[in-house]
């Protein structure tokens, strides 16, 4: 059943007098357990077609549906909630809260509609994921106390806190050094695998872009896609 | 749970940076709450202890009996004397005749009823006086003197006064306060001589009043006992007024024997509720008597003329009586003529209808006055009298009167009890012995004259109708001499039989008996007191609500302080921003992983209502630092504007919660703005660390029409000046001013936005370009900075300037006050020589515009009490032709003088007063009314017609005289005088009006020294607003200093770039510093000029004289004060090492 799907979706920008078109028609489906890498060069619109499959940015045409919704369709708060469960991030910057511990952070997403999950469910499960990504000894850590590639571990952990389906990452080795960038890119594959999320990675790496089956390719906003050998 | 707010104490640098900001807005604004509570506290304060436990006070034009504060129970009235007819004299100098003498010991009956519990009442005698030290000749005018004794300092309850005298002391002892013992030079032991005017019952303004100045004044010398503090018991007055009182206290008994007023007072103290006198008053004293004859009872008054209300009485309770009282209007005639005869000196008596009231225009004469003229019936008679001359003194008038009969020598005929006693006449045993108080030509008495007077005393030898006497002779203090019930008594005309007597209501002689009763003991009890100055006022009452003040201090300050208010707000407003933008990255995270938009925006405004919570609180215990520092500056350096020492700090809990509760509202409004602003920023913007919303924000987009709208408006307001001729108006000009302002920001605003075009990229063009980086902080910066400037010139040229004093005053360089009202023109020569003041020498050519005033609350705002009945000054023709600058008149009259006679209808008085006064003081415009209560406690309205501009009047509110003496008839004299004298002569003028008056309490001023008296308040305000704007001037400045660092160090890495690639730090630190100059340069600017554009009238009008260089300062300051923080914040971006700061860059 497809998870993902991508129709015709253009993205432009109004800067100046002319528009600055990033997308230009990109298609793709993936269903539930796939994964795609998205690469290609510096401004071709590999984050800003992340943005919009993780309905933080709307396209300017085409249309984009998760779990055979139209996000686009919902109301704001709703759109929120929908985003909140359906819907994991991992960015290059972990952008993980200095004020919070290490299982506070993960724990981040579940606040966002107290009650939806127990609060100690969700500890558990917070605790259960920073074990899984090796972390389970810096559970009362914060963040500045952390590595670059434990930061990021703890940002993948959070990311998958309300079981999302979808999993997008924007360039997540893309700040670690090269045996950080593996690890956290086997995490998430590992993680991937086991919960058959959808996955899509942006990324720069080509080491990383090889791992997955499916590539999509963006150049001058056009997707051309590849499949692994 | 997550604990959403521990980012508070994580980013705990900046969000104290917030919270301060906070707590300045609430330490500036409660501050300002707390003011106003430590005004009013303190006033409070001062009214509870002027007047301790007296909670009432009844002060009389007249005296009365002291018995009236005897608690002691009520006895009967005594029985009527024996002989009725013309009781002996009971007044110690014979001045004044009684039908009731005093009973034995003093016991006299208090009538039915009793008065409060015992000590509630204390008799005292109330007066104005001028003292003179007893040997250095210092003087002190207008001070009050209270004749007390133990009953007075018990039932004040704030201290003793050592009135006992001494032991082989001659002189009765008198306490002092400090303030006037300060003045004479005084100690304790010396001797102080008080100047008193001495209690007259007929008006000093009708024919029979005293005027001389030996008849008007008395003076007594006293040995200073004890010198007291200005406050508590020394501080004593009855009216509220925050300076300190000049009082003298003397034992009651010995003022009383120096007015000649003994067992008389004129005030009662109470303690508690105040007691109906009705119960307990006496005819005497209302100042009323009883006279009985024969074949009549007489109602009369002891001041001549019967007041209405005596009359209107009196006449009720006749009629329950069923009888009808003749109407008596008595008067003297200084001569009748007759076909070339001459008969001096004849009393006239007008009588209302029955007999011996001829038709109007006609005269009975008696057998005698006939016989003398040789006249007949039907032929005319010349009759001169004496009235009042409209400044004071006496002319000779004439009438004409056509005979219409003679009536015989008997009965009414030759009635000398038709004549009330005429001072100086009555007790006379023949004419040549007269001593009345108007000129008498002894040389015009023949023979004949004595012979009729002592045969017939001062029984009237003519008759008119009532109508016709009260035309001639009617006073404002009343139209009757007399209410006469008679018994039967047998008419004798010659020539012209008057009616029977049934007509009228004869009345049988037993039931004379009964109204003489009748009036005796129900007219006191039935008549208004409120006329004869017997009525209770709640003085402490009406001084505590007085005390809630003129002013409102904490809307004052909350005024003078609003810039500094708002520049903090913006400040926390700013500073939140800054501590929010640092978390953008946060924002957009949260965003992406489903929070919505409102739970984010909730979380910030959480920790924003901490923080201003926090903030407020910590602002509290500011805001008591700061009020206290204001009322130690308004003791101290802003004393010209209080006039009072005693303002101390008071705190209202109350205040402390509103204060607190706004302060965190008006921080939560600017917390709220950033947030909205925040929460319009996408989540991919966010998580990229950018805060900026894609496309033109709000103001963006409002910035082209409000520069286009604002420079039309300011353009469109300067046509019309020009154009419609109102060049000098205030308003327009301001408005053009604000247009401008609001114009140029709009203009910044686009300047910051717009787009630039690539040209030549200098340092400055860099710098430039760097202040637009973040439009929406630059403009809150230039706007900070141009407001404050446009307040502090706009502030700074409606201060005046010195010569802007003299219209005011109307041309006049000396004003006076006298204690004792003058009842004599000074103008003419022969009151000079009443007066004993020289008409040549150093007075020569100098003209005195003399005035009724009528005392009250000091309506200006030297007063910080609330006035509830301001002072009152009748308008005289003489000022009227005075120039006197006019603010704004009712209908633009071109004379607004003549708008104080329209008639608005009945109980409604047209009133003028200086535009200070009506519009800060007594809250009120034009075509408002003040309410308050005329000389009768009847409520009269008075309706501001027109408004002075900074004038001498602003104590006063101005009536015609008409209007004054119609309801204040009582007011007689003048104590108020504009004095017209040559410049180089006035401080001589003044030293000989106040020498040669001394004795009145005349006290002569500068009116340039009272109108900078007033400015100096406005001035000192002014000043206040500017400092206070000046703190927000430099606030705003700071602000910018704070944006600019955040800047700076936002951008450390850019300037570590520049750095490596050869950019000397001294560049960039001139790139930066240039960068918060362009702003800076530009809000002064922006702001001096809408400033300077906003009171172009009043340059024009002032020659540009502003007080230019406290402006410029205050402006050098924040220019170099905001030039001093860039070079700060550049250092600290710059002295970092440079590697470091390269690799913090991704």
């Known amino acids: ?229 | 749970m997550l604990p959403s707010l521990r980012g508070l104490t994580h980013f705990w640098r900046a969000n104290l940076a917030v919270a301060l900001g906070a707590a300045v807005a609430s330490t500036v604004l409660t501050g300002a709450l707390l003011a106003g509570d430590s005004v009013r506290g303190s006033l409070t304060d001062l009214t509870l202890e002027r007047l301790g436990g007296i909670d009432a006070a009844l002060v009389a034009e007249g005296f009365f009996r002291e018995e009236l504060a005897d608690p002691s129970p009520p006895t009967p009235l005594p029985p009527p004397p024996a002989d009725r007819e013309r009781g002996a004299p009971s007044r110690s100098k014979g001045r004044l005749s009684s039908a009731v003498p005093p009973s034995p010991g003093g016991g006299e009956g208090v009538g039915e009823g009793g008065q409060g519990g015992e000590g509630s009442l204390a008799p005292a005698i109330v007066a104005r006086a001028s003292a003179v030290h007893g040997s250095s000749a210092q003087r002190a005018s207008r001070i009050a003197v209270y004749g007390v004794d133990e009953r007075f300092t018990r039932l004040h309850g704030r201290g003793d006064l050592s009135l006992e005298q001494a032991a082989g002391a001659i002189f009765p002892p008198a306490v002092v306060n400090e303030s006037l013992a300060g003045e004479l030079g005084a100690k304790v032991g010396d001797d102080l001589l008080l100047s008193l005017e001495l209690p007259g019952e007929i008006p000093r303004e009708t024919l029979l009043g005293d005027k001389e100045a030996e008849d008007v004044l008395v003076t007594g010398r006293f040995t200073i006992a004890q010198v007291i503090p200005d406050r508590g018991l020394g501080g004593f007055g009855l009216a509220p007024h925050q300076a300190r009182p000049r009082n003298a206290f003397v034992p009651l008994a010995a003022l009383q024997e120096i007015l000649e007023e003994e067992g008389r007072v004129n005030a009662l103290l109470t303690a508690g509720e105040a007691p109906d006198l009705r119960t307990t008053v006496r005819l005497e004293d209302l100042g009323l008597r009883i006279v009985r004859g024969p074949a009549h009872v007489s109602l009369e008054s002891e001041g001549f003329f019967l007041k209405p209300a005596a009359v209107e009485t009196a006449e009720a309770l006749a009629k329950g009586l069923g009888a009808a009282p003749r109407r008596v209007l008595t008067y003297l005639a200084t001569s009748m003529r007759a076909g070339g005869r001459f008969l001096p000196y004849s009393m006239v008596a007008g009588l209302s209808a029955g007999g011996f009231a001829p038709p109007d225009g006609q005269v009975l004469l008696n057998g005698w006055a006939a016989e003398d003229l040789g006249t007949r019936p039907g032929e005319a008679i010349e009759m001169r009298y004496l009235a009042m001359a409209p400044g004071g003194g006496l002319r000779e008038e004439r009438t004409v009167l056509r005979l219409a009969g003679v009536v015989g020598m008997t009965g009414l005929g030759a009635d000398r009890s038709l004549t009330p006693t005429f001072p100086g006449i009555e007790d006379a045993e023949d004419i040549a012995a007269w001593d009345p108080p108007f000129p008498v030509d002894l040389s015009s008495i023949r023979p004949k004259d004595e012979e009729y007077w002592d045969e017939h005393g001062a029984a009237p030898k003519a008759f008119v109708s009532l109508a016709t006497a009260q035309r001639l002779w009617s006073t404002r203090f009343g139209d009757l001499t007399a209410l006469r019930f008679e018994g039967p008594h047998p008419p004798a005309p010659l020539s012209h039989r008057p009616p029977p007597d049934r007509e009228r209501g004869e009345i049988a002689a037993h039931d004379l008996d009964r109204i003489e009763e009748t009036l005796r003991r129900e007219l006191p009890a039935r008549i208004d007191l409120a006329p004869f100055g017997l009525a209770f006022h709640p003085v402490k009452e009406q001084g505590l609500a007085a005390a809630q003040g003129s002013t409102d201090f904490a809307g004052l300050f909350l005024a003078f302080s609003f810039f500094l208010i708002v520049s903090a707000v913006l400040l926390v407003g700013l500073l939140f921003s800054l501590a929010v933008e640092r978390r953008a990255g946060e924002l957009g995270m949260l965003l992406a992983v489903g929070y919505a938009v409102r739970a984010v925006r909730r979380r910030l405004l959480a920790e924003g209502i901490v923080l201003a919570g926090a903030g407020a609180l910590l602002g509290l215990g500011g805001a008591l630092g700061y009020a206290w520092l204001l009322m130690a500056g308004l003791r101290t350096w802003w004393l010209p504007a209080v006039g009072t020492s005693d303002l101390y700090l008071h705190v209202e809990p109350s205040s402390l919660a509103i204060g607190w509760i706004v302060s965190v509202i008006a921080v939560l409004i600017a917390v709220a703005w950033t947030v909205r602003r925040l929460a319009r920023v996408p989540a991919p913007s966010l998580l990229a660390g950018s805060t900026v919303a894609p496309g033109a924000s709000k103001i963006g987009r409002l910035a082209r029409p409000l520069a286009l709208g604002g420079t039309v408006a300011a353009v469109a307001f300067v046509l019309y000046m020009i154009l419609a001729g109102e060049a000098s108006s205030p308003a327009l000009a301001f408005g053009a001013g604000a247009s401008l302002l609001v114009s140029g920001l709009a203009a910044v605003s686009l300047w910051l936005r717009r787009p630039r075009p690539s040209r030549r990229l200098t340092l400055l063009a860099m710098a430039a370009r760097n202040g637009a980086a973040s439009p929406g902080r630059s403009l809150l910066s230039v706007a900070l900075v141009a407001a404050a400037c446009f307040v502090l010139v706009t502030v700074a040229a409606n201060r005046r300037g010195e010569e802007e004093t003299e219209t005011g005053a109307g041309g006049f360089p000396l004003f006076a006050e006298s204690a004792v009202p003058l009842a004599v023109d000074p103008n003419h020569p022969e009151g000079r020589l009443a007066l004993g003041l020289p008409e040549d020498g150093i007075l020569g050519g100098v003209s005195i515009v003399p005035l009724r005033l009528v005392p009250g609350d000091d309506a200006s705002c030297l007063n910080l009490y609330r006035p509830e009945r301001p002072r009152l000054l009748g308008v005289s023709p003489e000022l009227a032709a005075r120039e006197l600058p006019f603010r704004r008149a009712l209908d633009n009259a071109a004379n607004p003088w003549t708008l104080l006679d329209k008639d608005f209808g009945p109980g409604v008085i047209p009133a003028i007063a200086d535009e200070s006064s009506a519009t800060w003081i007594l809250k009120l415009d034009l075509e408002e009314d003040l309410t308050m209560a005329d000389e009768a406690g009847e409520p009269v309205r008075l309706r501001l017609v027109a408004l002075l501009d900074h004038s001498l009047f602003q104590s006063e509110l101005l009536i015609s005289e008409k209007n004054l003496l119609r309801h204040f008839p009582s007011r007689a004299g003048r104590s108020f005088f504009l004095i017209d004298a040559p410049p180089e002569r006035a401080a001589g003028v003044s030293q000989a009006l106040e020498e040669g008056l001394s004795r009145y309490g005349f006290d002569v001023s500068s009116t340039a020294a009272r109108l900078a008296a007033y400015q100096a308040v406005e001035a000192t305000y002014l000043q206040t607003f500017s400092a206070l704007g000046g703190f927000g001037l430099l606030l705003g400045t700071l602000g910018l200093g704070i944006a600019l660092l955040r800047g700076v160090i936002e951008r450390r890495g850019e300037l570590a770039a520049l750095r490596a690639f050869g950019f000397r730090r001294r560049r960039l630190a001139w790139m930066v510093t240039a960068e918060n100059g362009v702003l800076l340069l530009l809000g002064i600017a922006l702001g001096t000029a809408a400033g300077l554009l906003a009171v172009a009238p009043r340059l024009a009008e002032s020659g540009g004289a502003i007080p230019w260089t406290p402006l410029l300062s205050t402006l050098l300051a924040v220019l170099v004060l905001g030039f001093v923080s860039s070079l700060a914040a550049v250092w600290s971006a710059l002295a970092a090492p440079l590697l470091p700061v390269l690799k913090e860059e991704r």
């Open chain 1, 1 to 229: 059943m497809t998870r993902l799907s991508v129709r015709d979706v253009h993205k432009s920008f109004a800067a100046g007098s002319e528009p600055v078109v990033v997308l230009q028609g990109v298609s793709f489906d993936l269903a539930a357990g796939e994964a795609l890498a998205i690469t290609g060069p510096s401004g071709s619109g590999k984050s800003t077609l992340l943005h919009l499959i993780g309905t933080l940015d709307r396209p300017t045409s085409g249309s984009i549906g998760i779990d055979e919704t139209d996000p686009f369709a919902l109301p704001e708060p709703e759109l929120a909630r929908f985003r909140n469960q359906t819907i994991g991030f991992v960015f290059q910057d972990s952008h993980l809260l200095p004020q919070y511990t290490v299982l506070e952070n993960v724990l981040v997403p579940t606040q966002a509609f107290p009650g939806k999950i127990e609060s100690k469910e969700a500890e558990a499960r917070a605790a259960e994921l920073l074990d899984r990504v090796g972390l389970s000894h810096r559970l009362r850590h914060r963040p500045a106390e952390l590595s670059g590639g434990e930061r990021q571990r703890v940002a993948v952990a959070r990311a998958l806190i309300n079981r999302p389906g979808v999993l997008l990452c924007d360039e997540p080795t893309g700040s670690l050094d090269r045996a950080a960038a593996t690890a956290v890119a086997a995490l998430l594959f590992e993680l991937h695998e086991a919960s058959r999320t959808v996955l899509v990675v942006v990324t720069h790496s080509l080491d990383l872009a090889a791992r997955f089956p499916r590539r999509c390719e963006l150049v001058e906003g056009r997707c051309s896609q590849a499949s692994a050998a």
